[in-house]
Antibody, heavy 120, light 108 residues
Framework: EVQLVESGGGLVQPGRSLRLSCAASGFTFDDYAMHWVRQAPGKGLEWVSGISWNSGSIGYADSVKGRFTISRDNAKNSLYLQMNSLRAEDTALYYC?????????????WGQGTMVTVSS | EIVMTQSPATLSVSPGERATLSCRASQSVSSNLAWYQQKPGQAPRLLIYGASTRATGIPARFSGSGSGTEFTLTISSLQSEDFAVYYCQQYNNWPPNTFGQGTKLEIK
């Protein structure tokens, strides 16, 4: 079964850091681009960051650029998001998503998400 | 950054009827446009990519059209399970990928 499982979310104070992980299974992880997408409570979807299969191409939303770092470990079938200098507006459900082979910027598999709450 | 605008914000349609959802890009995204469906408490599900290609397992009642800046998602005969929020997303120039704000499809 193709599956993505996120972990690492929680309650964190403003200005602190958190690292999210996404464990992939059921597909050849290093063949695909991977992404993080977030959704604030009651709001729409916001793409956060994406990384190509070999980490050669990486991108960030302007809202997180300079604060968040995406990475992957193909040997461990894992995707990561290091989040520094967290703000209240980063509070959201963070999804890990797999890029489609035919269209790496479209997401055909999603995890169930991990909740990040930034509050004092 | 390319801005995606969806209309209407809410669409009320009766089961069995046709629903037409619109998405406009602030500049051309060619055919690099995807549609997603999201139900409460669930992750989004990919419906359409490449503006008109159905994703694996998506019923034929879902169809996508358009290119450049104007796109449409049509659901030909609404089933009860189709009432949800729908998002369009461009991936022509990423980063960033950008989503529209969503259209809520509700039962009339």
């Amino acid at each position: 079964e193709v599956q993505l499982v996120e972990s690492g979310g929680g309650l964190v104070q403003p200005g602190r850091s958190l690292r999210l992980s996404c464990a992939a299974s059921g597909f050849t992880f290093d063949d695909y681009a991977m992404h993080w997408v977030r959704q604030a409570p009651g709001k729409g979807l916001e793409w956060v960051s994406g990384i190509s299969w070999n980490s050669g191409s990486i991108g960030y939303a302007d809202s997180v650029k300079g604060r968040f770092t995406i990475s992957r470990d193909n040997a461990k079938n894992s995707l990561y998001l290091q989040m520094n200098s967290l703000r209240a507006e980063d509070t959201a459900l963070y999804y890990c998503a797999k890029g489609l082979a035919a269209a790496p910027g479209a997401f055909d598999i999603w995890g169930q998400g991990t909740m990040v709450t930034v509050s004092s | 950054e390319i801005v995606m605008t969806q209309s209407p914000a809410t669409l009320s349609v009766s089961p069995g009827e046709r629903a037409t959802l619109s998405c406009r890009a602030s500049q051309s995204v060619s055919s690099n446009l995807a549609w997603y469906q999201q139900k409460p408490g669930q992750a989004p599900r990919l419906l359409i990519y490449g503006a008109s290609t159905r994703a694996t397992g998506i019923p034929a009642r879902f169809s996508g059209s358009g290119s450049g800046t104007e796109f449409t998602l049509t659901i030909s005969s609404l089933q009860s399970e189709d009432f949800a929020v729908y998002y369009c997303q461009q991936y022509n120039n990423w980063p960033p990928n950008t989503f529209g704000q969503g259209t809520k499809l509700e039962i009339k």
